[in-house]
């Protein structure tokens, strides 16, 4: 079903990187697990720096420290890896999105630190986020409280097997052939739409599934 | 209501994401009028936990090497010297600051005595070049560390801890006997030389640089 003209993929996917991973842990072979270790850090950086991107527009996290968050976030993934006894990578795309927040928020926090400090020491009297458009310490608090609370929400997958068949059928189509991988024109063909029915649709599906997600967990 | 605008943007990101693309999520948010940003990015991130992974092609998978964190988390996954000893560096560059500068922050930082400067400038040394177990590094030493080089505690513990020796298999606990037939000799020579480390001169005790990074976490 898949239609597309891009030149050949390498063909891995994250959860097969994951996979072999924890097999090759579990042996005890070592540059098996090295090899699958970097594989994986390749296929899951485009979703980490995307998650960062968004976190970091809520908190205010500048462009230029973003590096050192899709960093971090990247040398959690491989903690978490490391110890990996879950059963699918949608745990690990939830873990990207909350500790991509929350690193976020720890770099805020830093910043907030360093203000506090300078002010400290030429005696001016500089409050966190009173003057810079940057969240008050309340709102840092507030907001990591509200991602500590989904700390423990796992398994994406679990979810989605839940969630999609509640999509009304085009809704659905237009999601599982998103995730399947297939180009908008082939699912314009399928369901006998236009582009901008498509466009609709696929916000439709992913306002549904945000409200079920919501629910779920 | 969402704009048609808001709507193709979402749709653009996942086809582009789709065809392994690499789409950034800031040129999406960005073709959208302001007040639909948060939806829009509340829309991705749920497209972002739940989607696919892409179809790289070789070329693609080979640019994502190329990007400096991936390239730098990578080369610490096959390295035993581990991400401390790429990280203190570029961190030092990018306050302008020499391995000297920082041993001083530190000795200050940490209420050393000023002595104790070219023994911390060594170690710091060590770690850069991948000579020193960055695991045995205590919370203080880190905590200071981060202070100087404006950073965070929990990142440089992170960095600390990932080496391709993390990677190695544990070795089994316990000890393992086999029932080799000149095994007596072994043990007889094994005890010679526990016999004379036993009755040689206790080695100095560790002091307070010692302690910050040879002494572990909780030093």
């Known amino acids: ?44 950086h485009d979703r980490i720096s995307g998650q960062v991107a968004i976190a970091a527009r809520r908190t205010g996290v500048p462009q230029a420290e973003r590096d050192d968050v899709v960093q971090e976030v990247h040398l959690s993934v491989i903690g978490a890896v490391h110890d990996f006894r879950g059963s699918s990578m949608g745990e690990l795309h939830n873990l990207i999105k909350v500790v991509a927040h929350r690193r ?41 409280e509200q991602h500590a609370r989904t700390e423990e929400r796992s398994d994406a ?61 | 209501m969402t704009s048609p605008s808001s709507a193709k943007a979402l749709s653009d990101f996942i086809d582009a994401w789709n065809a392994g693309r690499r789409p ?7 073709r959208v009028p302001e007040p639909e940003r948060d939806e829009l990015a509340d829309q ?32 610490a996954i096959e390295s035993d010297a581990g991400l401390l000893a790429l990280e203190l560096p570029r961190l030092r560059e990018r306050r302008s600051l020499s391995v000297h500068d920082v041993a001083v922050a530190l000795v200050s930082g940490l209420a050393l005595a000023s002595e104790d400067l070219d023994r911390t400038e060594d170690y710091l040394e060590r770690v850069e070049r991948g000579e020193h177990d960055t695991t045995k590094l205590s ?7 981060a202070g100087a080089l ?38 007889e020579a094994d005890l010679d030389a526990l016999t004379r480390a036993a009755m040689a001169p206790a080695p100095e005790a560790q002091d307070e640089v010692d302690r910050l990074f040879c002494g572990g976490w909780e030093a």
């Open chain 2, 139 to 145: 919370r203080r030493l880190l905590d200071a560390l």
């Open chain 1, 104 to 144: 976020c928020v720890d770099q805020i926090r830093k910043r907030v630190r360093q203000r506090a400090d300078a002010g400290h020491l030429d005696g001016t009297s500089w409050e966190p986020g009173e003057d810079d458009g940057r969240p008050h310490q309340g709102e840092i608090d507030a907001a990591w």
């Open chain 2, 44 to 75: 991705l991130e749920l497209w972002l936990e739940l989607a696919p992974t892409p179809d790289f092609s070789a070329a693609t998978r080979e640019a994502i090497r190329a990007e400096p964190v991936v390239a730098r988390v990578q080369a």
């Open chain 1, 1 to 44: 079903m898949r239609t597309r003209s891009d030149p050949p993929s390498v063909g891995h996917t994250d959860e097969e990187a994951l996979e072999r991973f924890v097999a090759c842990r579990d042996a005890g072979d070592e540059d098996g697990a090295k090899l699958a270790a970097k594989e994986l850090v390749e296929l899951v």
């Open chain 1, 157 to 217: 997958k679990a979810f989605l097997e839940w969630a999609v068949p509640q999509l009304d059928r085009r809704q659905r189509v237009v999601w599982e052939r998103d995730a399947e991988g297939v180009d908008a024109e082939a699912i314009c063909v399928e369901l006998r739409v236009t582009k901008s029915n498509l466009y609709q649709l696929r916000r439709r599906a992913n306002v549904k599934l945000q409200s079920l997600y919501r629910e779920y967990f």
């Open chain 2, 24 to 30: 950034r999520v800031d040129d999406y948010l960005d």
């Open chain 2, 150 to 187: 404006g950073s965070t505690t929990e990142s440089l513990r992170a960095a600390a801890t990932l080496s391709g020796a993390a990677f190695r298999p544990s070795t089994a606990g316990g000890t393992l006997f086999r029932a080799d037939p000149d095994a007596g000799q072994f043990v």
